[in-house]
């Protein structure tokens, strides 16, 4: 099957899964007829215009195919992480160099509650885009929530030297560093935090 047409079908099994039961086809029907005047107003009441949206996109017909991802997307628009964690690995393994479904893969692990396979594909990540400090910052709060402080101290370290103006690299710097016991690493990211919050017009005292 294309993928164009299996991004139509599991998203008409999801627009199933959360009306009132009602048969595959009148969905279908519905969803076709929400680009028409006056079509689908009856069914209109029972089904979100949400999911009746979700549904007509995929199943328009457009000219191009889907973007890798979209399917993954949309198992993630509609809250159900783990098939968005599941959809977004068959996109990454049909195309393992791709820097915006390692991030996209890292995000949706992450709203799954699957913290080690976030970690393993920002690390995949950062062997494609060693010097882009958000993937590093990113890393190091998905090791800090897991209590991985010595790892954790490396990423923000890592993330605030690529960007030293960032709030949230320098503060989780200073945190982890201390949690280690590096008290000069630790004092000197707190006072660069104290400049940037000054700089920034934020009230460290809130």
């Not at 595959?24 to 029972?46: F, Q, T, V, W």
């Not at 068959?90 to 970690?119: C, E, I, K, S, Y």
Request: one cysteine or more; charged letters at 25%; proline letters at 4%.
């Amino acid at each position: 099957m294309k993928e164009s047409g299996r991004l139509c079908t599991r998203t008409l099994e999801l627009v199933l899964s959360r009306t009132d039961s009602w048969p595959l086809e009148s969905i279908h029907d519905a969803a076709k007829n929400l680009r028409y005047p006056g079509g689908g107003h009856r069914m209109l009441s029972r089904v979100s215009w949400f999911f009746l949206l979700l549904a007509t996109i995929a199943c328009a017909g457009s000219p191009g195919e889907p973007a890798p991802g979209d399917l993954a997307a949309q198992y993630a628009a509609m809250g159900s992480f783990d098939e968005a964690a599941r959809e977004i690995d068959l996109a990454v393994r049909a195309r393992p160099r791709d820097l915006t479904l390692r991030r996209q893969a890292a995000q949706l692990h992450n709203r799954a509650g699957n913290t080690q396979r976030a970690v393993d594909h920002l690390e995949a990540a950062i062997r494609l885009a060693p010097n882009d400090w958000t993937i590093w910052l990113e890393l190091a709060e998905r090791e800090q929530d897991r209590a991985n402080v010595a790892d954790a101290y490396v990423a923000y370290r890592r993330a605030s030297l690529l960007e030293p103006n960032d709030l949230r690299a320098v503060s989780g710097l200073a945190r982890s560093a201390d949690n280690l016991g590096f008290a000069e690493e630790a004092q000197s990211a707190r006072d660069r935090r104290q400049q940037l919050e000054r700089e920034l017009g934020i009230d460290s005292s809130l």
